[in-house]
């Protein structure tokens, strides 16, 4: 049985600039509660927390729309993303208070030692717990499964393991889901980016190396060149002969819909995307980037090649400018 997460109206909320409005996390978190995934996952782009000047201020308030998405789907648990040092316990207690379940604690793929405080009061709350390893290009798959043991002794759940920057080709994957499977006694997931054109055969690879949960968004929305496409993941899947449990006309209508309608630019590979997969970059950086790129008369490439050759991981949003600025001293 392989379960599909939807991360639309989270992963999603970077494509929509966080401009979820309650009426419609309502209608997609209902219409997902009738499509049979596992979690459907809401909140600021960057988790509780998140709205702010460093990653984009959203339109409405994240815990009206945890409510309105709970409301709307009673059958399905509603989860939250949390970044330690972003959102707190006490987001995280709101969270609970407004109908949240389950929480995906996310750090970066080496730093799983700061989850600990965050997943055991999730566990103290009731909820289920997440945890979620980003940008697991960055290191090897034997560093990866410690600090997935690591999450394991903190009393998480399921580990996942987010392909953040759209990087890895399918023989990556396979290690380190191969590597965390050893290492865990507790399931695998794993989160693919699509900059490279390879969220699907990522998700299949994950699959078929055990990983037992897909995240997936409708129409694929999500930062970069967005997520796996979860109607085409439950398409593909049945195809094969998984089972989901899924309902993927059910998925694929309300991706032409509810989310088709919403979208500001097309979901597709284009070069800022595919920059971000090839140079390596967090993926919820791209439109930080544009901006960046705009404010100094620069080509959005050039900083992206240079964020990747500094390694720069989630939680430095405010480097860009700094990086772009320096740029610009360079060509004037």
Not at 57 to 79: G, H, N, V, W
Not at 165 to 178: H, I, Q, S
Not at 220 to 231: C, K, R, T, Y
Request: net charge negative; aromatic share 6%; hydrophobic share 45%.
């Amino acid at each position: 049985m392989i379960r599909l997460v939807d991360t639309t109206l989270r992963d999603g909320s970077h494509a929509l600039r966080h401009r979820y409005t309650p009426e419609q996390a309502a209608a997609i978190a209902g219409g997902l509660d009738q499509c049979g995934v596992s979690l459907i996952e809401i909140s600021h782009g960057d988790g509780l927390g998140g709205s702010s000047y460093t990653y984009g201020f959203s339109e409405y308030d994240a815990f009206d729309l945890i409510k309105a998405a709970s409301d709307a789907a009673p059958r399905t648990d509603i989860a939250v993303l949390l970044l330690p040092g972003i959102g707190t316990i006490e987001d995280l207690e709101k969270a609970r208070d407004c109908g949240a379940r389950a929480v995906r604690v996310a750090t970066h793929v080496t730093e799983a030692d700061v989850s600990a405080q965050h997943i055991a009061a999730a566990k103290k709350m009731g909820l289920r717990a997440v945890g979620f390893l980003m940008m697991c290009h960055m290191a090897e798959p034997e560093r990866i499964a410690e600090e997935a043991a690591k999450m394991e002794s903190y009393g998480a759940d399921y580990i996942n393991l987010a392909d953040s920057a759209g990087y890895m080709l399918p023989e990556d994957v396979a290690e380190r889901v191969n590597a965390v499977r050893s290492a865990v006694k507790i399931p695998v997931g794993f989160h693919a980016h699509n900059n490279l054109g390879l969220a699907i055969a990522n998700s299949l690879a994950a699959v078929q190396a055990g990983a037992e949960y897909l995240d997936g968004t409708l129409r694929g929305l999500g930062a970069g060149a967005g997520n796996a496409q979860i109607e085409v993941l439950a398409a593909v899947l049945k195809r094969i002969g998984y089972e989901t449990g899924s309902d993927f006309y059910r998925l694929m209508d309300i991706a032409e819909t509810l989310v088709t309608p919403l979208t500001q630019r097309p979901q597709v590979i284009d070069n800022g995307s595919l920059m971000l997969g090839y140079a390596g970059v967090y993926s919820s950086f791209l439109l930080h980037v544009y901006n960046a790129a705009e404010k100094y008369g620069l080509d959005p490439r050039d900083i992206l090649e240079e964020l990747g050759r500094r390694k720069m991981v989630g939680g430095q949003e405010d480097m860009i400018i700094d990086v772009a600025w320096q740029l610009k001293q360079k060509t004037s």
